[in-house]
């Protein structure tokens, strides 16, 4: 059964960092693409990061680029998220999620199944 | 940008109806689009990927079409626990995005 399970999520300051992390468990880990969503409280999903299984590929989304990193290690099937410079309106539930596989070309489908329960952050002074 | 909008923002149905939603995107995303349902405190659940393959353990009640700017996902027939939120997402350009979700809520 596949498994994902963030943890790192909790209280920050404006300006403040936080590590995400996604530890991950029943699939080959290194085969498939990872992405982190977030959701802000009542609102809808938000596409935040995604990386390749060899973690050579990845895209952010404007609202985080210079600020956020993604990376893998796939020694530790773990899936992380740095965040830096962190403002009000990072405010948001985190969910790692999965690839549903790759397509033809060999590139991750950028479709997501399963996602994790998901870690909650909060940038507040 | 790729900007889905979906319609409409709210659909009141009884079960054993059957349910439209509509995506629609400000430009082509070909055939690159997923449906994810979402019920209240839980992960979201992906259903339809590249327009009409249902994901792994998906019912067959549920069905998408489309292509180009315009998506639909069909529920044939509704039963209590399709009653959720649902979301489309283009994967065909960068970044990533997705709708402001349709409501199917109880009549």
């Known amino acids: 059964e596949v498994q994902l399970l963030e943890s790192g999520g909790g209280l920050v300051q404006p300006g403040g960092s936080l590590r995400l992390s996604c530890a991950a468990s029943g699939f080959t880990f290194t085969i498939y693409g990872m992405s982190w969503v977030r959701q802000a409280p009542g609102k809808g999903l938000e596409w935040v990061s995604a990386i390749s299984g060899s973690g050579t590929d990845i895209h952010y989304a404007d609202s985080v680029k210079g600020r956020f990193t993604i990376s893998r290690d796939n020694s530790k099937k773990t899936l992380y998220l740095q965040m830096n410079s962190l403002r009000v309106e990072d405010t948001a539930r985190y969910y790692c999620?999965?690839?549903?596989?790759?397509?033809?070309?060999?590139?991750?489908?950028?479709?997501?199944?399963?996602w994790g329960q998901g870690t909650l952050v909060t940038v507040s002074s | 940008e790729v900007v889905l909008t979906q319609s409409p923002a709210t659909l009141s149905l009884s079960p054993g109806e059957r349910a439209t939603l509509s995506c629609r995107a400000s430009q082509s995303v070909t055939r690159y689009l997923a449906w994810y349902q979402q019920k209240p405190g839980q992960a979201p659940r992906l259903l339809i990927y590249d327009t009409s393959n249902r994901a792994t353990g998906i019912p067959a009640r549920f069905s998408g079409s489309g292509s180009g700017t315009d998506f639909t996902l069909t529920i044939s027939s509704l039963e209590p626990e399709d009653f959720a939120l649902y979301y489309c997402q283009q994967r065909s350009d960068w970044p990533l995005t997705f709708g402001g979700g349709t409501k199917v809520e109880i009549k």
């Open positions: 999620a999965k690839d549903v596989g790759l397509r033809d070309d060999g590139y991750p489908y950028n479709f997501w199944d399963p």
